[in-house]
């Protein structure tokens, strides 16, 4: 199958199953990952893992940074645990006078896409989650981030279930591709 394929196969994944791929098996994934463009080799980017235990702590987070209370809140504290695996994707600030901020973060935001379609290539469900409450400091101290870093969201990783997706809407490139 080539990349094109792998590609237009691939969807977001809502619902997964506890599955989820080891430690060993994300560090190839991974690597392969690391291979895109990056303006100076800056590698401005990490990538944290969430399991067991650290998704609860995650979730008591989200609800300290929002302040909901009651069964508002404990909706809130259950969302990490969708997913047995959540890999946060972390944009680090290097000092360069070559290349700002907004292209690092651009290059983990690349991260995270890669290494979605290759976790999706490689038979697992996921999907990228974001939300307002990732720039907060409840979420940024449970993910132990520096004054450089920023949390750009959390793979949410796990096994595909048997529900079938609908097919993908057909895509118009010519709505976004033009020439100069």
Known sequence: MSLADAMLRRRSWPAVTDAAPTHDQLVPLVEAAASVADHASLRPWRLIELRGH????????????????????EKLAAKPLRAPLLIAVVSCHKPSIKVPDWE????????????????????WG?????GHQTRTEPVSRV??????????????VGGKTDRILPPRRPFDASEVLSEL
């Open 54 to 73: 650290a998704r609860v702590r995650l979730g008591a987070a989200l609800v300290e940074a929002t302040g909901l209370e009651g069964a508002a809140a």
């Open 104 to 123: 690092q973060d651009a290059v983990a935001a690349g991260v995270g896409h890669v290494l979605s379609a290759l976790l999706d290539d490689a038979g």
């Open 126 to 130: 996921v999907m990228w989650r974001t």
């Open 143 to 156: 993910h132990e981030l520096t004054p450089s870093e920023t949390l750009l969201g959390w793979l949410y």
